[in-house]
């Protein structure tokens, strides 16, 4: 049977009178998410700071952005993962948005249904931009059935994880993802290492799946390219990337436009052409400028970052120093002294 359950809990403070105090009226959330979501570890955790006080990250971890409007999953999620991640956090979609282009998080975790913006809409946004659409995504919900999953694959998602959840099971996505971007960045993966990936050939066959119920007439087929037509079609994509290679706004809707296909040929032809995602190319198209910029030309750090379309000084550094285990002004010095 599928349906929506609903948990209500109400703290008893047994036969005391309604006006008297009791001593301790604080709900034990901990007591009660380690009862609903499953592997929640609450020990060694009373020294985690309460949201709104001073932030002091530490930059040897990954920040995670979690956007979610129960405060008692929020708060037990920032509990559980914060000797992991510098943890940000956000009510609503909306909120979260805004803080992801200002703190650009290594990986976002999101809740679905939520006020002001829903976590579909927010993970649309993200990933129709290509300056923050690399960052993994991970949707957290109730609603588990088919349909809710195509739209948060549809959406961009990197994963669906229903609830309730394995805490340890979301802590193993969280880092796997985090891995397989790093190596996608370097440049290490193993052959047909993203296909590979579950989530990918979920996401894949569900995408494919609905475009073929949504299209009367499927795009032909075309068989195995030529070197001759893959380097041209390498060429040219390279060159309109490129063109618009400042634009710290720029979309995949963008660059089909600018190359004359649709946006579902556009990923096909670059699949074709490296393997890569979309995001993942341009930004180490954009890195791989930057790093000639830096020894071939009279630009300072702030004008190459402008030129390659990054507007975070902060982000660029963190991203350039995780491809080239160093950062531009060092990067500058070392190949200069060569």
Not at 76 to 105: K, V, W
Not at 214 to 241: D, G, H, N, Y
Not at 294 to 302: D, E, F, K
Request: one cysteine or more; a negative charge.
């Amino acid at each position: 049977m599928v349906g929506t359950e609903f948990i209500v809990a109400l703290p008893i403070s047994g036969s005391s009178p309604i006006t008297r105090k009791t001593e301790n009226t604080d709900f034990d959330f901990k007591g009660f998410m380690n009862n609903q979501y499953c592997e929640l570890d609450t020990d060694g955790t009373n020294n985690i700071k309460e949201p709104g006080s001073p932030r002091n990250d530490n930059p040897k971890l990954p920040t995670l952005l979690i956007v979610e409007d129960n405060k008692e999953l929020q708060t037990a999620l920032r509990e559980q993962l914060s000797s992991s991640y510098n943890i940000h956090t956000a009510d609503n979609g909306r909120m979260g948005l805004d803080m992801c282009m200002s703190i650009f998080p290594d990986i976002i975790v999101s809740d679905v249904m939520m006020p002001e913006m829903d976590g579909i809409e927010m993970c649309r946004q993200i990933k129709n931009n290509l300056s923050v659409a690399y960052i993994p995504l991970v949707l957290l919900t109730a609603k588990d059935n088919v349909e809710s999953q195509i739209e948060g694959y549809e959406s961009g998602a990197d994963l669906y994880i229903p609830k309730p959840f394995s805490m340890k099971l979301l802590e193993v996505n969280l880092h796997r993802l985090l891995t397989q971007r790093e190596q996608w960045l370097k440049g290490n993966r193993p052959d047909n290492a993203m296909q590979a990936s579950p989530d990918y050939i979920r996401n894949t066959a569900i995408i494919e799946t609905v475009t073929e119920k949504k299209t009367t007439k499927k795009e032909p087929q075309k068989s195995a390219l030529s070197a001759e037509e893959l380097q041209a079609m390498t060429e040219q994509f390279k060159k309109v990337i490129n063109d618009n290679l400042s634009d710290p706004n720029l979309s995949p809707d963008q660059l089909a436009s600018a190359m004359g296909v649709s946006r579902t040929k556009l990923y096909r032809d670059l699949k074709r052409i490296d393997g890569q995602s979309l995001a993942d190319y341009v930004r180490n198209v954009r890195l791989e400028k930057a790093a000639y910029l830096l020894t071939n030309s009279n630009l300072n750090i702030q004008e190459i970052m402008l030129e390659v379309g990054f507007i975070n000084s902060s982000h660029f550094t963190k991203t350039f120093k995780l491809k080239y285990e160093m950062s531009p002004t060092e990067y500058k010095k070392n190949i200069c002294r060569e």
